[in-house]
């Protein structure tokens, strides 16, 4: 009898599968030991797992589309993590009504469904909660893998949607994804450039500074609730601070000279940034606290653009020491600075929230494009991002995407694509340049 | 005994996935197997990764180690499963008539 469950469960594992398994007949899982399981791995590429997400069920609040659209925009947060393909558009899932549930689930399962989200919105005052639940399609008893209720304000009840997709990730790969961030990024014309903020998907636009002059490079700080940016609106290009919350814009740095590319300490307490006060642009680390400033380099060539490595204790940043630009990486205190790319002319370092890849743009024959390197100088890529211009990277915190800026269309816009280039998605623009990709938001 | 005592399949799955995601193994001419063992904290943390049977070619071994700390955090445990951790006994197989 227990002979029969085994088998047929290792049939179920290899539709679900397919070749990424060898099971040859054996159980897949045996238990010897009350917690001890037996598995096998065969070299095969990644398969997507398919998850059904039927229209969300109302109980309380919203309106007729509600349930669609927060199953729509769970259903594409999914799709763009690469890891799921998406089952949608059925009605919502009868959870008053047990038996129907589960005839619904089995037909999902029969058409290929090795997990199910149902999703319930309940509105109550000015709250929105949206509870989960997560079922697993690949054995006959429709387990809960995963039940877990999210509460917003109603103003911001899509981004329910985005934490749910987020938790299905952590479910099926232990980190969280990234669909609860926003990208900040700078929209003008010579003369006249603001930042903006949309959710990382292109929707909710809103502006964060309307101060009528330029306003340059965003970055956002590791709490998701402030930017640092270069602006020229006392006259000078120097360094500030805005507030997603609207407080006032707090002066970072206004030394004589050049105050640019900011890039946040991982604990947001310092910034790294390029200074000109001593002459030539040099890369300093300025305490936000006290306003006290240490210099790192020195150095006859012009070095800038600093990005921390998420240890906090190494620092990559842009040198021209050896004539064209290159991507440098030095210890926090300065030292030990060494040289991680060849060749080109390259720029924009941005180190991965994971720590082990730093994505930089190169110059070739006149065309930008978007690279990435080990963080140990091994393995430089070019990423095929297709024709025009791709530059100005920067990671989603699951380190699987990059937004960036690209010219295809004529005009810059803002895209998002996966780490290996594939799935390019405009999500701001025209004239949308230099994203920033919030960390997760609070 | 039986497979009943962790009966979570996309739980195992996941794991299968991931690892097969990082794994990078060198390239060999002869059918190559190795049984790596570990075991996964509630939260999902990797604890003790050790080989468990040598396929014999070190850099094998040491590919399919590394696969398994690559892939590390796994999902948290199951709800249903109550004990503090699991423990998975991971073969690495390569054969040669295929990818």
Known sequence: ?442 | MSASDFPFMWYLQTIQRKVNEKWAPPARAAETNAVVVFEIGRDGHLKNPAVERSSGDTLFDQAALRAIVDAHPFPPLPEEFKQPALKIHLGFNLSTDRG
Not at chain 1, 7 to 33: D, E, K, N, T
Not at chain 1, 79 to 95: D, H, N
Not at chain 1, 172 to 198: C, H, M, N, Q, W
Not at chain 1, 268 to 292: C, F, M, P, Q
Request: aromatic share 8%; glycine share 10%.
């Open chain 1, 1 to 442: 009898m227990v002979r029969h469950r085994l088998v047929a469960l290792s049939l179920l594992l290899v539709g679900c599968l397919g070749a990424a398994l060898i099971l040859s007949g054996s159980p897949v899982s045996h238990a010897q030991g009350p917690s001890e399981v037996w598995l096998n791995v065969q070299r095969g590429g990644a398969t997507k797992l398919n998850i059904a997400v039927p229209v969300f069920t109302v109980a309380s609040g919203g309106d007729g589309t509600t349930g669609k659209t927060l199953a729509d925009v769970t259903a594409k947060d999914l799709s763009f993590t690469g890891l799921f393909s998406v089952v949608a558009g059925t009605s919502p899932l009868p959870l008053n009504d047990p038996e129907g549930a589960k005839k619904l689930l089995a037909e999902f399962a029969t058409a290929g469904a090795h997990a199910a989200l149902a999703g319930i919105y309940t509105q109550r005052g000015d709250r929105a909660d949206g509870e989960m639940r997560l079922y697993d399609l690949t054995s006959p008893e429709q387990r809960v893998i995963a039940r877990k209720t999210f509460e917003m304000p109603v103003a911001q009840s899509r981004r329910l949607a985005h934490k749910i997709a987020d938790e299905v990730v952590l479910q099926f790969t232990g980190e969280l994804g990234s669909a609860d961030t926003r990208i900040a990024f700078v929209r003008g014309r010579p003369g006249s450039k603001e930042i903006y903020a949309v959710d990382y998907d292109g929707a909710g636009p809103t502006s964060l500074t309307s101060n009528g002059s330029i306003n340059l490079s965003p970055v956002w700080n590791p709490d998701a609730r402030s930017l640092a940016f270069t602006s020229y609106m006392k006259g000078y290009p120097d360094l500030y601070r805005i507030f997603v919350d609207r407080r006032p814009v707090q002066t970072l740095a206004s030394f004589v000279g050049i105050n640019s590319s900011p890039g946040w300490s991982p604990d947001g307490r310092s910034l790294a940034l390029t200074l000109s006060k001593d002459g030539n642009a040099e890369i300093y680390v300025l305490n936000v606290a006290t306003g006290a400033i240490r210099r790192l380099t020195r150095h006859i060539g012009i070095d800038s653009e600093p990005t921390w490595s998420p240890t906090g204790r190494q620092i990559a940043f842009v040198s021209d020491r050896q004539g064209e630009p290159h991507i440098y990486v030095m210890d926090d205190e300065g030292t030990n600075v060494r040289q991680i790319t060849r060749g080109g002319f390259q720029t924009q370092p941005r180190w991965s929230p994971k720590g082990d890849l730093i994505a930089f743009t190169t110059r070739r024959g006149g065309v930008h494009s978007i690279w990435i390197v080990a963080a140990d100088g091994s393995n430089q890529r070019r990423l095929d991002t297709g024709s025009g211009d791709a530059e100005s990277a920067s990671w989603s915190p699951d380190s699987r995407h990059l937004a960036f800026q690209m010219n295809r269309t004529g005009a810059w816009q803002v895209y998002t694509m996966h780490a290996d280039g594939s799935d390019q998605r405009q999500v701001a623009g025209p004239d949308a340049t230099s994203p920033s990709w919030s960390p997760r938001l609070p």
